[in-house]
């Protein structure tokens, strides 16, 4: 099987946000997907993963995103002078109040109930960038209804019907404005920076994480043909070599259907342009 590959002030609000909720929410998929295997016995059953510490600088990708212009339409406040940011330590409720410039979809909240906001996506990026789900840093909604396959003879395949479960994931992401994502990460880029260096990272260091994530994302496959499973112990596989081979954030993608993975890579690709091009021009 072949896979084809698709690859202001006020308001700067948005992107540890907006990496918080592009990549996070992306990996909203990934993470309740991951658990919700473990109860159902679905396909590629993933190990538990800890929080990675920068240990060898050598392997982090480095790169620059550029400064914002300081011409930046407001969001939906208006306000007089640049606000302060809050430390490191009490920046959730800072967080949490721009979540609702973003999307008012109530779900959307519930994945940002948890502390330590700034420092989870830290990690969690870090993750996405190696291609790593890891586990338990955002309680976010898990993919509806059960796991399910069909059998031709000896032959196994994946249900089309597994790739609505996530729909109410991608509805979620989809909502959201990836320019007004850019415009908090630029806003709130010192606290972001603090949250990364706690990890051992440089600037450059964060920036190149950032983006590695958001590729891992965008070169996922679009499977539009049906998927071949195979199952030689519990868990189920990909019988296709190319795909099983695939790191566990880009195999979680496709497990989520071909419409689905276009639409987060669209959103994706969004976020990158609009990170790397804060002045809008095409």
């Known amino acids: 099987m072949t896979a084809p590959r698709t690859s202001n002030n006020a308001s700067k609000f948005i992107l540890v946000l907006g990496t918080l909720a592009s990549i996070i929410i992306v990996g909203g998929i990934l993470y309740q997907a991951q658990n919700d295997s473990l109860v159902d016995q679905e396909i590629l059953a993933i190990p538990e993963q800890t929080a990675v510490t920068a240990t060898d600088e050598a392997m982090v990708p480095e790169a620059s995103i550029p400064d914002s212009v300081s011409a930046v339409t407001e969001i939906t406040e208006v306000a007089q002078s640049k606000p302060t940011l809050p430390s490191l330590d009490d920046s959730d ?24 906001l700034l420092r989870r996506t830290a990690s969690y990026l870090d993750g996405l960038a190696r ?17 399910t396959t069909h059998r031709d ?17 991608i509805l979620i992401l989809s909502s959201i404005d990836m320019k007004l994502m850019a415009q908090m990460f630029h806003f709130s880029r010192p606290l972001i920076e603090r949250a990364f260096s706690e990890l051992g990272y440089q600037p450059r260091q964060m920036d190149g994480i950032i983006l590695t994530a958001l590729e891992e994302i965008l070169s996922a496959p679009v499977i539009v043909e049906p998927i071949r499973l195979t199952r030689e112990s519990v868990a189920f596989k990909f019988a296709d070599p190319e795909l099983e081979s695939l790191s566990p954030l880009q195999k979680q993608l ?11 890579q669209q959103q994706a690709l969004l976020l990158k342009n609009a990170l790397l091009n ?3 021009d095409n």
């Open 278 to 280: 804060p002045a809008g």
């Open 153 to 169: 003879g000896n032959v196994i395949w994946l249900n089309a019907g597994n790739y609505e479960r996530y729909n109410s994931t």
């Open 131 to 147: 291609g790593v789900i890891l586990t338990k840093i955002f309680p976010l909604s898990p993919p509806q209804g059960k796991f």
């Open 254 to 264: 496709v497990r989520s259907g071909p419409e689905n993975t276009q639409r987060l």
């Open 93 to 116: 409720p800072f967080v949490r109040t721009r979540v609702s410039l973003m999307s008012n979809k109530e779900n959307l909240q519930g994945w940002l109930a948890t502390d330590d």
